[in-house]
């Protein structure tokens, strides 16, 4: 039973700096979904970037044998499709928010591990994965290796749907199991979409309902910026 109005997120926190040894990290927790992100600096790009002069960033996710009430085994050299969207999903939304050519000739690989699964797993890897992001960059200006900041504006991520004939915003898996339509929606801070994935399971989306689908999204992702900054205003004190 949903205990929260329908365009209302589930409690989000967000832990900067949970692991000492990468660049950047960061825990978040949204609802009973906590996803771990890192971020690591390789100072080489992919051969085909290299006439470029830019940058890259890409981002591995994986589910922990633990995070789900069925075990997840782990990867021992396959990925599978599921796995390889959410992983190009992830790439591509933190890529928007970055100028490639100010980062120089390196690459930040993104890294994020479901620990406990129950809805919006690759939103919650979207919007931790960017506060992982500026830590690493934060580092890299510390260090002298970047003249200045690329981040070029928030990027955030979130699930909404329509569940018995009603609009929800932030889903749970009990919520998105039995959803007639399942949205993911990627926007900036200045409220610019930078991803939307989307499937009707069982009737036709309409256009209005999609509006109002999008609206929530754009509510909800408001929300989750202002949690970003205020783990990165923590991490900075």
């Known amino acids: 039973m949903r205990d929260r109005p329908h365009d209302k997120i589930r409690p989000v926190e967000i832990i900067p700096n949970f692991q000492k040894k990468p660049y950047g990290s960061c825990l978040i927790k949204q609802g009973e979904t906590i996803v771990l992100c890192s971020a690591q600096v390789l100072e080489k790009i992919p051969d085909w970037l290299k006439e470029e002069k830019s940058g890259w960033i890409t981002a591995e996710y994986s589910m922990l044998p633990g995070s789900s009430e069925t075990r997840i085994f782990r990867n021992r050299g396959h990925v599978n499709g599921r796995t390889r969207e959410i992983e190009r999903i992830i790439g591509r939304s933190l890529r928007a928010s970055v100028d490639m050519h100010k980062l120089g000739e390196r690459t930040i690989w993104i890294d994020c591990d479901v620990i406990q699964a129950d809805g919006g797993t690759r939103t919650a890897s979207i919007t931790g994965g960017f506060v992982a992001l500026v830590l690493a960059i934060k580092k890299l200006m510390k260090e002298g290796k970047l003249a ?90």
């Open 148 to 237: 200045e900041n690329p981040i070029k504006y928030h990027v955030a991520a979130i699930s909404a749907g329509i569940v018995d004939g009603k609009p929800l915003l932030d889903l749970c898996y009990e919520e998105d199991s039995k959803a007639d339509v399942d949205l993911n929606v990627a926007m900036t801070e200045n409220m610019e979409i930078v991803e939307i994935q989307g499937t009707s399971e069982r009737a036709p989306l309409s256009r209005e309902m999609l509006d109002k689908l999008l609206d929530m999204a754009e509510k909800g992702i408001k929300e989750l910026i202002e949690k970003q900054k205020e783990a990165l205003a923590c991490a900075d004190s």
